[in-house]
């Protein structure tokens, strides 16, 4: 049997703050959306132009928590998920919506040095780096 890989890895900012809210089941689910941008020189003109795409991201559980505690809109993220199709019915016509839910981040932003351990409000031009989330106290890594 062929295996097959679901896998997206985007670079970008996000383009809102998390939204953070829980199932009826009690889960943390995140949500926001990031941009990444291309540039390709235009044949006709010679000039660079850049396009830019939107992606919506969802985060689960431990990553939603902390998803939601680090991240507000411009923080510049990696991430890597994969791309989930779910559908619904509106006045009578089916909807596609495609969205990654991410599997692991490595945030990009660096940290203000004059913050408390732990906490991050994005880039202010220190060269202390963002706090690595991937071990976080022995919990689950991001």
């Known amino acids: 049997m062929a ?6 890895t985007l670079l970008g900012n996000l383009g809102r703050d998390p939204e ?8 943390s689910v995140c949500s926001v959306s990031i941009a990444t941008t291309d ?8 000039e660079w132009v850049d396009s830019t795409e939107w992606h919506n991201l969802v985060f689960w559980q431990y990553n939603a928590d902390k998803a939601a ?4 809109k411009g923080s510049r993220v990696c991430i890597e998920g994969k791309l989930k199709t779910r559908n619904y019915e509106k006045d009578g016509v089916t909807r596609y919506f495609t ?6 981040m490595v945030m990009l ?3 203000d040095s004059t913050e ?3 906490e991050q409000t994005g880039n202010t031009g220190s060269d202390s780096p963002a706090p690595d989330l991937s071990a976080d106290d022995g919990d689950i890594p991001f």
């Open 39 to 46: 540039s390709y020189k235009d044949k006709t003109s010679g």
């Open 116 to 118: 408390t351990p732990g």
């Open 20 to 27: 953070l809210r829980s199932t009826p089941s009690g889960q």
């Open 109 to 111: 932003d660096k940290r």
């Open 99 to 104: 969205e990654v839910h991410v599997l692991s």
């Open 3 to 8: 295996q097959s890989i679901n896998r997206v």
């Open 69 to 72: 505690k680090y991240l507000k």
